[in-house]
């Protein structure tokens, strides 16, 4: 069974620290994984990784995919209040189905 | 509209009753989804049409579950005779990608079904 294990499942911190989401999968078809931010209502779309060691960066958060460890973390740097949300781990197993992890409930304190 | 619309927003619905929720995706959008999420999880893949020809329903739990898209845009997610269990959001998404990679979904804000 295909199955996407996100840690940790909560975390808190200051506002200006780092932090490091992980996400680990074990799939039999894998295509591209992905990562979401999804606040009170829907996920908003984050990265696709389909390369390992390939960096995608997008302002203060970057993410990285290791096929070898079929893992993958997303990183933000300088926290901020706003980034306080659910971060989703989705890996594409097959053709257009996505096999989401639980999330990592990120709550930045000022 | 600019997003994908679903509605409605909240629904309570006494078990044993049938419920129908609506998604309207993004114009243009080949591809839509519909995921079940309950309370602290992660979406799990309930069904993914192509136009209007449903090419995966492996992730609806039981035949009182039952989705459609006649038309290529708009679909709906019927849920006959409805369980405690059933209460989750479902959310609908749409993408524009039908090539080798799903790519970005966009997804709706999601129908809180609460069955008491």
């Known amino acids: 069974e295909d199955k996407v294990v996100q840690s940790p499942l909560s975390l808190v911190v200051h506002e200006g620290d780092t932090v490091t989401l992980n996400c680990s999968y074990e799939?039999?078809?894998?295509?591209?994984l992905l990562w979401y931010k999804q606040e009170k209502k829907a996920p908003t779309f984050l990265f696709m990784l389909?390369?390992?060691?390939i960096e995608k960066k997008s302002g203060r958060l970057s993410s990285i995919l290791d096929k070898k460890e079929l893992s993958s973390i997303l990183n933000i740097t300088a926290t901020q209040t706003g980034d306080s949300a659910i971060y989703l781990c989705?890996?594409?197993?097959?053709?257009?189905?996505?096999?989401f992890g639980q999330g990592t409930r990120l709550t930045i304190n000022p | 509209g600019a997003g994908v619309s679903q509605s409605p927003r909240y629904k309570v619905a006494k078990r044993g009753q049938d419920v129908a929720l609506r998604c309207d995706p993004i114009?243009?959008?080949?591809?839509l989804f519909w995921y079940q999420q309950a309370l602290g999880q992660g979406p799990e893949f309930l069904t993914y049409?192509?136009?209007?020809?449903?090419?995966?329903k492996s992730g609806l739990p039981s035949d009182r579950f039952f989705a459609e898209r006649p038309e290529g845009s708009v679909s709906t997610l019927k849920i006959q005779r409805t369980q405690q269990e059933d209460s989750a959001v479902y959310l609908c998404?749409?993408?524009?990608?039908?090539?080798?990679?799903?790519?970005?979904?966009?997804f709706g804000e999601g129908s809180r079904l609460t069955v008491l």
């Open positions: 998404a749409s993408s524009l990608n039908r090539a080798r990679y799903t790519g970005e979904l966009f």
């Open positions: 049409f192509q136009n209007e020809a449903q090419l995966d």
């Open positions: 989705a890996v594409e197993a097959g053709a257009q189905k996505l096999v």
């Open positions: 114009s243009g959008h080949v591809s």
């Open positions: 799939v039999t078809n894998f295509r591209s």
């Open positions: 389909t390369s390992s060691g």
